[in-house]
């Protein structure tokens, strides 16, 4: 079944470690995002790809940098994690022509202590 | 510059009432427009989505809205609420994204609450 895998789905961490969120989708898709949740807020896009080897930034700066070597793997990372980065971090796919829906995966909620 | 505008950040209503969840959206080219549920700790699940045909679009668990031009509105309904209906919903707009496209312009979202 075609899906979109997000891990961990819940990550505590310290100050200044480095870490990396995976997603990963069988759904056959070329452009892939990364979206930053932040509780009872919008969700902005901080990251996107159209496919292998291109990423660009998105709406809202980040600190983090993201890389598109195969098609159904876009990891993001950061390499000395801050209080400020907590938040939930969700990734998305979109199909080649389709008519602009974005599929979810089930998303990583970040706390950096 | 595409944007969105849902108006009220929390709506409760009783099981069995309609539900009302209000998107106004700005857009200087003919919108393809949406809405996602969200349950806690879960992603996005798309409901429904506007993309220039027909107006008045039936989705998923029973909901449906209604593209108004003249408004520039979006608004989702369910005739009869239910207990799993609760959840956050969020209205999107597609925007112009560089070479890749397009992307989805999102309103800060309402949290709906079901009560028996």
């Known amino acids: 079944e075609a899906d979109i895998y997000q891990t961990p789905r819940y990550l505590v961490i310290g100050t200044g470690k480095k870490i990396t969120l995976e997603c990963s989708q069988t759904?056959?898709?070329?452009?892939m995002y990364w979206y930053q949740q932040d509780p009872g807020m919008e969700l902005h896009l901080i990251h996107y790809s159209y496919g292998v080897n291109s990423t660009e930034k998105g709406d809202l700066s980040s600190e983090s940098t993201v890389s598109r070597i195969r098609t159904e793997h876009f990891p993001l990372t950061l390499e000395s994690a801050r209080p400020s980065h907590t938040s939930q971090y969700l990734c998305a796919t979109k199909a080649w022509g389709s008519t602009d829906t974005q599929y979810f995966g089930p998303g990583t909620r970040l706390t950096v202590l | 510059a595409q944007s969105v505008t849902q108006l009220g950040s929390h709506v409760s209503v009783s099981e069995g009432a309609l539900v009302l969840l209000r998107c106004n959206y700005s857009s200087s080219v003919p919108p393809y427009l949406f809405w996602y549920v969200q349950y806690p700790n879960q992603g996005l699940q798309l409901l429904l989505k506007?993309?220039?045909?027909?107006?008045l679009v039936k989705g998923i668990n029973g909901f449906e809205a209604e593209f108004k031009k003249s408004e520039t509105s979006f608004h989702l309904t369910k005739p009869s609420a239910h207990m799993s209906d609760a959840a956050e919903y969020f209205c999107a707009v597609s925007a112009r994204l560089g070479r890749a496209g397009t992307a989805l312009i999102f309103g800060k979202g309402t949290t709906l609450s079901v009560s028996s």
């Open positions: 506007y993309t220039s045909a027909a107006t």
């Open positions: 759904m056959g898709h070329d452009k």
